[in-house]
């Protein structure tokens, strides 16, 4: 098949072009940033009159450049091509996060150290120089590094294929999109694969030989490494689900028989978020305006690794559609949390209640909001009311939507809520949300 056109992020790296800062490409593995970068973005610049000397592209995981993984001798490299002031120069790089970090050689401070940087905010010198590198985990943008980069730099993070991208490039039938999709993913490798078991086996080998490794290298785990399978086995087939370290210390002990303390569990599901392997969404009171600090959910960055760590065998299709829709959300920059709707009611013998319901997902965007319910199917009234009973108890005006599996007509019911159908809100309509809310 050809080539996927990524419009969503090719845009992003237009409007920032230009712009005297450093554009910082991140994402998890075989997500597709080399592409956006060199072939899309580059092809872009090509037909706007750039021409091949203009563009210094390096890839820092390929052996023949490991010379480079030194700052001091990529920062020669780099301006050993930056030759003429009249040309402006492209600068790319590949994996930028293997470049080591090492000790300044002309301070005594044992300390004093270079890195990768340095070596970028000193070509923010040129004025003729525009930086991109792309990066395959969060600790090469931390909190910290995004401090030394002086309000210098730019993250333009990059997801695994949305649905529209996918349902736009798959060549078969479109009416079996949705069902490849939600069992292999969006990674853009498996569309190119045309076997059940090559897909299977190209995502269960990403997992244990890719990102897992990541995580135990980066993080010095090598005697944990399967305490860490058993947590994502765990997360992965309680998708959806409310949750919080010490539950899943309980869960280790009564299902794996292991004594592994919450504290360890927090930090390595910490090591999974940062890997950009897990997405977590936190509690959110809506009647109390206050966020809950515990429990939260876990998403898959993408519903095919998910199956993949299950080797395929709980594919709940419930599940997966939430997942689904909240990574869509989260790549169209939305903050996306759970909601609780807490109300008080008398039982059948008088006494007093308190109940709390779940609104699937609260989204906003600065002030703006919408509340999300994700429902498989609602057959008749009374699944209706069940479905709806939390965003019916939302005292105020904003935008109330239930998305269901099937393809429906789209439709308000009488107190407002909108009803349509999954394909129909990932083709379309989340568009319209990104231009109005």
């Not at 037909?47 to 001798?73: C, F, H, S, W």
């Not at 050689?105 to 004025?127: C, H, K, S």
């Not at 292999?184 to 498996?190: A, E």
Request: hydrophobic residues 35%; glycine residues 6%; contains cysteine.
């Amino acid at each position: 098949m050809g080539r996927i056109e990524r419009k969503y992020y090719l845009n992003k790296l237009i409007e920032r072009r230009g712009n005297g800062r450093v554009k910082v490409i991140t994402g998890i593995r075989r997500c597709g940033k080399s592409v956006l970068l060199f072939d899309i973005f580059g092809d872009y610049l090509r037909a706007e009159g750039v021409t091949e000397d203009q563009l210094i592209i390096l890839k820092l995981d390929v052996a023949m450049n490991a010379q480079y993984r030194n700052p001091m001798e990529l920062d020669k490299y780099l301006r050993g091509q930056i030759t003429d002031s009249s040309k402006q120069y492209y600068v790319m790089l590949d994996e930028i996060q293997e470049v080591s970090t090492i000790r300044n050689p002309w301070l005594q401070d044992e300390n004093a150290t270079i890195g990768f940087v340095d070596v970028l905010l000193g070509l923010m010198d040129f004025r003729n120089v525009d930086v991109y590198v792309t990066g395959s985990n969060s600790k090469m943008i931390s909190s910290d590094i995004m401090t030394e980069f002086k309000d210098r730099g730019d993250e333009i993070h990059v997801n695994p294929l949305m649905y529209k991208e996918f349902y736009t490039a798959y060549q078969g039938d479109k009416r079996r999109a949705w069902q490849e999709f939600v069992t292999y993913g969006g990674l853009p490798r498996v569309m190119s694969l045309t076997s059940d078991s090559d897909k299977s086996q190209y995502l269960q080998d990403l997992i244990r030989k890719t990102y897992l490794t990541d995580v135990i290298e980066r993080n010095r785990l090598q005697k944990d490494i399967s305490v860490l399978d058993d947590l994502l086995n765990i997360v992965s087939s309680s998708v959806g689900s409310l949750t919080n370290p010490k539950k899943l210390e309980n869960t280790f002990e009564s299902v794996k028989q292991k004594k592994i303390d919450d504290v360890t569990i927090s930090t390595y599901l910490d090591y999974f978020v940062e890997s950009y392997l897990l997405r977590r969404a936190n509690q959110y009171d809506i009647k109390g305006k206050k966020y809950i600090n515990t429990p939260l959910k876990y998403y898959l960055a993408d519903v095919g690794l998910r199956n993949a760590q299950l080797n395929f065998r709980q594919q709940e299709e419930t599940h997966l559609m939430e997942n689904v829709i909240f990574n869509e959300l989260c790549v169209r920059g939305f903050n996306v949390d759970v909601g609780v709707v807490e109300y008080n009611y008398k039982d059948e013998q008088g006494k007093s209640k308190r109940k709390k319901l779940e609104v699937d997902f609260v989204v906003n965007r600065g002030n703006r909001r919408c509340y999300i319910q994700s429902a498989f199917a609602i057959p008749d009234e009374e699944k209706r009311e069940q479905e709806t009973n939390s965003l019916r108890r939302i005292n105020d005006s904003y935008r109330k939507i239930v998305v269901v599996r099937d393809p429906i007509v789209p439709w308000y019911d009488e107190g407002g809520i909108y009803y349509i159908g999954l394909e129909d809100f990932c083709l379309e309509y989340i568009d319209e949300l990104d231009r109005t809310l």
